[in-house]
């Protein structure tokens, strides 16, 4: 292939001095807006009490919103092309910086107090008129630069196709990268299609990856080698130590602040339960006991956080005799095994409330995939035989109730699609969870008790 076969003709303009005035643009108008807004917030104060005098002293919060940020990648790349995400960031860096103003000066400074309408009024008018600025930056991306804030080049060298939406991209032929080592031109050709490119994206053969490594470097770019293997892995990222290198292809879901935060949920609203629920609990123990002389508990082996087997506690609503440990054999209606107080307990889900005892052991959550027990079965197969993603939701601790339960998934699991459909639920809530998502999964809870089995 000639050198000229590889470049398109047209010189493509630098997206990074472009990304730069547009972050300069909007920095400017948000400081612009905060200084403004609460200049004109302290002229009506003015206007109102002699206490106005004092409104300049909001114009301290500029400056610590500018650190915060920029530090919260406020400007950023993703901020310029998802509206969502540019207001989320906003938000919150609004938000901090009104809280450390207050702390700093309406704390420290008291004899302020009737600022403090002022002041509400002005955040808000100031979140509004910066929202409004990123309106008009996200048009402007969209129709001037046609959504595209970076300039990324797809190297096609034979390796597995590459989908990148608003790419540049280039075929090669297969003894390219070999040669270009040896071959100026080549390199020439090359380099004035990287050049511009924030990110250069090489497909290729695996006997090839060194060559196109040695080029990238050289040619001074972020560059990046598509590998399948790694993506059938999955990997998460890569460590160097002791000059070897390690691929990282797991990490635990929640990182320790999160873990903090769910664990002192699970210990505050459990202690709080268990204490308002504790006379109810021995009124139920004591019928259990008067109905057939039996244990009030049922103690389960399941599988929980990290595969690891745990004894989960519920209030014993079968018989005895035909109490099922292995959990083989799901509940029907009408079931000959249950007991009469267990008809009551299982149709309210009073039996479950033992758990709130391995809650507090940290053996469980209040929210989170539900467990199943050892020998639990879909269509006659095992839980783990259906689908090879399952052991992937005992990444958390299993929970009292969660989020397949609030969509609708209660009940016995007894043909392949139920499994399948609670499983993808219990994935999404592992993905996606939040302290605010474990509050509305609580919340949601309380409506969907009816007379089925989770």
Request: some cysteine.
């Amino acid at each position: 292939m000639q050198p000229d076969d590889l470049v398109s003709g047209v010189r493509l303009l630098s997206m990074e001095s472009r990304r730069v005035r547009l972050y300069i643009i909007t920095f400017v108008a948000d400081l612009f807006l905060l200084t403004g807004i609460f200049q004109l917030a302290g002229q009506i104060q003015v206007g109102m009490s002699a206490a106005g005098s004092e409104a300049g002293l909001m114009q301290a919060m500029v400056p610590i919103f500018a650190v915060i940020a920029i530090y919260n990648r406020v400007y950023s790349i993703r901020g310029l092309i998802e509206f969502r995400y540019a207001a989320t960031r906003l938000l919150f860096a609004l938000l901090v910086s009104a809280f450390l103003f207050i702390f700093l000066l309406f704390y420290l400074k008291p004899d302020i107090g009737p600022l403090r309408g002022e002041y509400s009024l002005a955040v808000m008018a100031v979140f509004l008129s910066m929202l409004g600025v990123r309106g008009i930056i996200a048009l402007y991306v969209a129709k001037v630069l046609g959504g595209r804030v970076q300039n990324r080049l797809v190297i096609d060298d034979g390796g597995p196709e590459i989908v990148l939406e608003k790419a540049f991209r280039i075929e090669v032929d297969p003894d390219f990268a070999i040669q270009a080592s040896s071959d100026p031109e080549r390199l020439d050709a090359l380099g004035r299609n990287m050049r511009s490119m924030d990110r250069v994206i090489v497909s290729c053969l695996n006997g090839r990856r060194a060559a196109w490594t040695k080029i990238l470097r050289a040619a001074g770019v972020e560059g990046e080698i598509l590998s399948e293997t790694l993506n059938e892995l999955g990997v998460l990222d890569l460590v160097r130590e002791n000059n070897m290198a390690f691929l990282v292809v797991s990490s635990g879901p929640l990182g320790l602040r999160s873990r903090l935060i769910k664990r002192s949920m699970d210990l505050l609203i459990g202690v709080m339960t268990l204490t308002i629920l504790a006379p109810v609990m021995m009124i139920v123990a004591l019928a259990i006991k008067l109905e057939d002389g039996g244990p009030f508990l049922f103690v389960q082996p399941r599988i929980g956080h990290g595969n690891r087997i745990f004894k989960m506690l519920k209030f014993r609503s079968m018989k005895v005799e035909t109490s099922d440990i292995d959990g083989s054999r799901s509940t029907t209606p009408n079931d000959a095994r249950v007991t009469k107080v267990g008809k009551i307990i299982r149709a309210t889900s009073i039996d479950e409330l033992p758990q709130l005892f391995n809650v507090l052991l940290g053996e469980m959550s209040l929210v989170g995939p539900r467990p199943h027990a050892l020998g639990s079965l879909a269509s006659d197969k095992l839980f783990w035989e259906i689908d090879g993603e399952y052991w992937q939701r005992h990444a958390l601790k299993p929970g009292m109730t969660g989020l397949a339960q609030i969509r609708g998934h209660r009940g016995p699991t007894d043909t392949e699609s139920q499994l399948t459909n609670r499983l993808q639920f219990d994935l999404e809530y592992i993905r996606d969870w939040s302290p605010w998502l474990d509050l509305k999964i609580l919340v949601a809870t309380l409506w969907v008790l009816v007379p089925e089995r989770p």
